[in-house]
């Protein structure tokens, strides 16, 4: 797994937001064992406590499962994970919004940029 981690903010939150974002774009389906803490935080090159905490907070948030004698399970709650896949899909959106707005672009002019990537990645990004 590519690992993205900024040492300006706390490692844990990282870890946490970048493995919801693999279950919810599918890389761990519903239901699926998940890696355990020792495997994650090798792969990562964090502590495993930092892994566990951020894993923590996954099962808190009800996108892991503990099984007693299974480790980790991702929810089989599918509109669970699809309903926090579009939470993230908007907060990132509002960010984008707020970011390039405040360099003066137009909601109209921000759906037209929106909708020329789009076209672009859909072609194979041929006109970046």
Known sequence: M???LDSSRPIWPQLEEQLKRMIVAGQFPPGEQFPTV???AEDAKVNPNTMQRALSQLEHEGLLVTMRTSGRRVTEDGGHIE???KQIAEEKVESFCNEI???GFSTEEIIEIMRKKEGDRQRGGEHK
């Open 101 to 103: 707005g405040a360099m």
């Open 38 to 40: 020792r495997e994650l």
């Open 83 to 85: 309903s926090l896949r």
């Open 2 to 4: 590519d690992w993205n």
